[in-house]
Each structure stands twice: as structure tokens, then as C-alpha cells.
């Protein structure tokens, strides 16, 4: 009896383990089918070209050698690794390499700075100091040559330097910082760029001319260029302050405001409707419901003439009155309300607890659970808003909320194609979604007697 109790022993435990395999494994493909589209993204954020086919895991900005390299040529442009720019005094050294096929003699690259704008869109209409106006940039000097092939062709690998500076010929004199230091480098016919002290962000004309949009990018200006610029160019006009920076901020005013309407209100409701006796709860409570069933577009006329008469259309104040009360969220304080027992209130009531110190002190702690569920639900839905922001807001560039500012970032950039920037944006407007879930994510699978220990 006992080898086959063994033997039975290993097979469930086997079957137990074979069960925990498929259930981690499907776990796996669908966190791998659901965070592959925003991986994708994301690096996608970080390219020159998102749009590039084949797509490509590898690329300049994600190589540990460009974030050295970057970092070096920020400081060495205007003392600013992160961010870099071109600053009076500046002398920056750059290399390039190229293969020359046997039998060509070697020439030296055309090296220029050219005048050239931020971007597309909101860059492109603001001036900024340019680079090529107080740029020198030395004569190219061959430095080294080695014999190397590429394929089936011999030849030999050239490498050339030359230096960028900006002279300061009077102390005195204020002169401007740029915040960039565009360079093009241009290869003679016969000759393949290879390398360089920090790779291009495009080559063009068939790779003879390797372009950068700065050569003194920093860190960040060239590793999260795409990230930097949706602060630089998306800027107010006439104040020159971010856009970006703005929208953000507006968003999180009327996210907070609604969470905190919201639990107040919904928390006070809920609990009226779960323990006090009122005359017509039932009907109150069925008119809940009702509302609950109205979709709101079928009520954003009158809701928009009621902004219009009390003048908050185009202001924020609006969009937190429109918001008001979402039935949704009294509907879940009153279920949550009424899965708890009432001997506990009881309990409290025969301490010599009044129904406020009893709501207060010893009910709203127990809705732990519900109270973060109902403000991850209520700030990501405000968050995401766009309808409502849409009527209100319309035409109110500072007073956009990101959804609205997403779309405008879509018109103003999607026609050049600049698709970088509207990615990067797009990941920086989920952020805050992201680090709410992490933090709130454990009420979502507490029991009510778990908080109730903890309390």
C-alpha cells in the first residue's frame, strides 16, 4: 500500500505543478500580449523615425555609447550634461569615420552648421538663437587610417576630426545660449559613413550626408529628445510658458477636485441610503439608478446652457461643476455601505458613539477598499475626459486639459508626420494613471475585516 500511496502522492503533485505552469503561462502571454503595443510605443517615443520598417529594438538613442557620448558633448557645449545646448566659450571635439574602397584616396568630409528650425508644429513658429550664427568649426584633419572590408570589398577605415567652437571675443559682451547645435557632415562620393562620436539622427541623401539635430544634445536632449521638445515647443505664444506643463496641471486641479467632491459627497449619500430611514429612499434610490442609464450626451445641451448662463464656459470651474456627482460612485459607496454589519454600528451606538462619530470614526475607516476604488475610478475618468472638456474648454488653449491638448498636440503635428512627439506626449499624460494604480491597487482586493483589523 504505501508505493502506491506514493506514487499517488507524486502524480497530484505533479498534476498540482502542471496546473501551475498553464496558469503562470497564460498569465505571461497575456501581460506580454497587453504591455507589448505600449513597449512598442515607447520605444517608438524614443526614435527619429517611429514609423521606420522593419522596426527596430536597437537603435541609436537606446545604445549605452550615445548616452556617454551625449553626456560628454553637453558638457562640453554649455556646461549642462542633461540638456545640453552651445554656450559662448564652448570648444567641442567630434570625430567621424568612413570607408574608403580600395583604390580611392581618401577626402575630407564638408563639415557646416546649417540654420534650422526646432520642428514642426508650435516649434516652428517661435524664433530661438541659432547655432550657425557664432559656430567656427575648425579644418578636418585626418586622424588615423587602418586597413578593414566590408563584404567581399577591401579598403580602409579613415577617421577625421575637426572641433566646434564658440568664440568669446569680448567678456563683456551678453552673449546668447543655443539651445541647439545642429550639424551636418558630408561624405565625398566612394566613401560609407561608419561611425562617429555620437551617431546621427538621420542619413540622408542616400548616407553621404550625416545629420544631427544637435551635436551637443546631453543626456536627455538625445536620448528623450522627443520628451524635451513637448516642454520646448509646445509653448503659449504670447506668454512663451509650456503648454504641456499647463495642461497638466489643469488636469490634476479638476482630477483632485472631482476625487475630492466625490468623496465627500458620495460617501455621505451612500451611507444616507444604506442606514438612515428617509422618506421615499426607495424612489430616490430608483432615480439613481435612472440617471445612471442616461447616457451623457443626451444631456450636455442643457448642461452646456447652464454653464453658458452662470458665464464658466472656457474655464475649469465649469468642467468641476459639470462633473458635480457621479450616481455611479453613490451607488457603489451605498452597496459597499450595506455589506457591512450592523452590529458593528450597533456596538458604537451602545459606547455612546452619535451616528457623525460612528460614520467617521469607525465606518468611513472600514471603506478603506471602496473609498480607493472610487478614487482611482473617479481621478482616471476625469483624467481621460474629453467629451466634457471638449464643450467646455473649446477654444481655450491655456485652459485645456490634457485629452484636449493631446488633440490639438495631433493637429498641429500630425501633418508633418512628427509622430515622435505625439508618443512621447502621450506616455508623459499616463504617467500619473500609472503611479495612482500602484499605489491604490492594493484596495481593490481588501476585505472589509481585513480594514477593519487594521483600523
Known amino acids: 500500500m504505501k508505493p502506491r500511496r506514493k506514487l499517488d502522492e507524486r502524480y497530484l503533485a505533479r498534476q498540482r505543478w502542471a496546473r501551475a505552469g498553464w496558469i503562470y503561462g497564460a498569465m505571461l502571454a497575456l501581460g506580454v500580449f497587453f504591455i507589448g503595443p505600449f513597449y512598442v510605443a515607447f520605444l517608438g517615443s524614443l526614435k527619429d523615425n517611429p514609423l521606420e520598417w522593419p522596426f527596430r529594438t536597437t537603435f541609436a538613442q537606446v545604445l549605452p555609447k550615445n548616452w556617454v557620448a551625449a553626456w560628454k558633448l553637453g558638457q562640453q557645449g554649455a556646461g549642462n550634461p542633461w540638456l545640453g545646448g552651445f554656450a559662448p566659450g564652448a570648444n567641442i571635439p567630434f570625430e567621424v569615420s568612413y570607408f574608403v574602397p580600395e583604390g580611392t584616396e581618401p577626402t575630407p568630409p564638408t563639415v557646416t552648421v546649417p540654420e534650422r528650425r526646432a520642428g514642426a508644429g508650435l516649434g516652428a513658429i517661435f524664433d530661438e538663437v541659432q547655432a550657425s550664427r557664432y559656430a567656427q568649426v575648425s579644418p578636418v584633419e585626418e586622424v588615423s587610417r587602418r586597413p578593414a572590408r566590408i563584404g567581399d570589398e577591401a579598403g580602409q577605415v579613415v577617421t577625421y576630426r575637426f572641433t566646434i567652437s564658440y568664440p568669446r571675443s569680448d567678456p563683456a559682451l551678453d552673449l546668447p545660449t543655443a539651445a541647439r547645435l545642429p550639424l551636418d557632415v558630408e561624405a565625398p562620393r566612394g566613401q560609407i559613413f561608419l561611425t562617429a562620436t555620437l551617431d546621427p539622427n538621420r542619413l540622408e541623401r542616400r548616407g553621404r550626408v550625416a545629420s544631427w539635430d544637435s551635436a551637443a544634445p546631453g543626456f536627455f536632449g538625445y536620448t528623450f529628445k522627443n520628451y524635451v521638445r513637448v516642454f520646448r515647443e509646445a509653448r503659449d505664444p504670447n506668454t512663451g510658458s509650456s503648454f504641456f506643463l499647463r495642461w497638466t496641471v489643469n488636469s490634476f486641479f479638476v482630477s483632485l477636485m472631482a476625487v475630492l467632491i466625490n468623496l465627500i ?81 450597533e456596538a458604537a451606538l451602545i459606547d455612546g458613539a452619535n451616528p457623525i462619530a460612528t460614520f467617521f470614526r469607525i465606518i468611513l475607516p472600514m471603506a478603506t477598499p471602496a473609498l480607493g476604488a472610487l478614487t482611482i475610478m473617479t481621478f482616471q475618468g476625469i483624467w481621460n475626459e474629453f467629451f466634457k472638456a471638449a464643450v467646455v474648454l473649446s477654444g481655450q488653449q491655456g485652459s485645456y486639459t490634457l485629452p484636449l491638448g493631446l488633440s490639438f498636440f495631433r493637429s498641429a503635428y500630425g501633418a508633418a508626420g512628427d509622430w515622435g512627439l505625439m508618443l512621447a506626449s502621450a506616455f508623459l499624460s499616463m504617467i500619473p494613471i500609472v503611479i495612482l494604480f500602484v499605489v491604490f491597487q492594493r484596495y481593490f482586493v481588501e476585505g472589509v475585516s481585513t480594514s477593519a483589523l487594521k483600523g
Not at 430608483?286 to 442616461?294: D, K, N, S
Not at 444631456?299 to 472656457?314: A, H, Q, T
Not at 468642467?319 to 458593528?344: C, H, N, Y
Open 265 to 345: 459627497f458620495a460617501s455621505l449619500a451612500g451611507y444616507a441610503l444604506a442606514r438612515m430611514y428617509l422618506p421615499g429612499k426607495g424612489l430616490l434610490f430608483a432615480l439613481i439608478i435612472l440617471l445612471m442609464a442616461v447616457p451623457q450626451q443626451a444631456m450636455f445641451i442643457s448642461n452646456y446652457l447652464v454653464l453658458r448662463d452662470l458665464s464658466l464656459l472656457g474655464s475649469l470651474w465649469g468642467m468641476i461643476v459639470w462633473i458635480g456627482i457621479d450616481m455611479a460612485k453613490v451607488f457603489l459607496m451605498k452597496q459597499f455601505f450595506e455589506s457591512i454589519p450592523r452590529e458593528i454600528e
